[in-house]
T-cell receptor
């Protein structure tokens, strides 16, 4: 079945440093979504990418979808303590009829 | 606007006892509905999803079951809980498989 791998599993950064998490799928995706789960909370949708090579920005967050639509990345510039949490990608394979979540990258930020 | 409700927020149950978790969605019709389980510090494991009333797809064989008796109601059940059923149970909805998922607040289940 479809697999979505996400790396790294954990990332510890000093406040102000950049952070990147990568998502790789074993199959070509129709779209990819990114979610953020704060400690003790539930996942919250951040963004969806659909087109090959697409890049979207939300303030300090930059999301990319690979040309082959099999990988994606989330980059945070100058992390802040409010960025702590677990970031999940979810890739949709149309044949599967549902999205598959990666295992997430947990970000901790030292003030 | 749409809202999703889950209850209870926390639950402590003995091994071998039954389970019933309920999820309801307001403000939309014919949503896709999902049940996930998240172990502490781990990812989201899809348990069941439903594209309509009475239509349930099971992702992982286990002692859990799901039902969708009404369009916006999704129920997760077990006849006999195991220790390994402990976790954070999340319900989610989406307009379709192409759209983003909206998660409920979750239920933290501890089986003792």
């Amino acid at each position: 079945g479809q697999q979505v791998m996400q790396i790294p599993q954990y990332q510890h950064v000093q406040e102000g440093e950049d952070f990147t998490t990568y998502c790789n799928s074993s199959t070509t995706l129709s779209n990819i979504q990114w979610y953020k789960q704060r400690p003790g909370g539930h996942p919250v949708f951040l963004i969806q990418l659909v087109k090959s090579g697409e890049v979207k920005k939300q303030k300090r967050l930059t999301f990319q979808f690979g040309e082959a639509k099999k990988n994606s990345s989330l980059h945070i510039t100058a992390t802040q303590t409010t960025d702590v949490g677990t970031y999940f990608c979810a890739g949709l394979n149309t044949n599967a009829g549902k999205s598959t979540f990666g295992d997430g990258t947990t970000l901790t930020v030292k003030p | 606007s749409q809202t999703i409700h889950q209850w209870p927020a926390t639950l402590v149950q003995p091994v071998g006892s039954p389970l019933s978790l309920e999820c309801t969605v307001e403000g939309t019709s014919n949503p896709n509905l999902y049940w996930y389980r998240q172990a502490a510090g781990r990812g989201l494991q899809l348990l069941f999803y439903s594209v309509g009333i009475g239509q349930i797809s099971s992702e992982v064989p286990q002692n859990l079951s799901a039902s969708r008796p009404q369009d916006r109601q999704f129920i997760l059940s077990s006849k006999k809980l195991l220790l390994s059923d402990s976790g954070f149970y999340l319900c989610a909805w989406s307009r379709s498989s192409y759209n983003e998922q909206f998660f409920g607040p979750g239920t933290r289940l501890t089986v003792l």
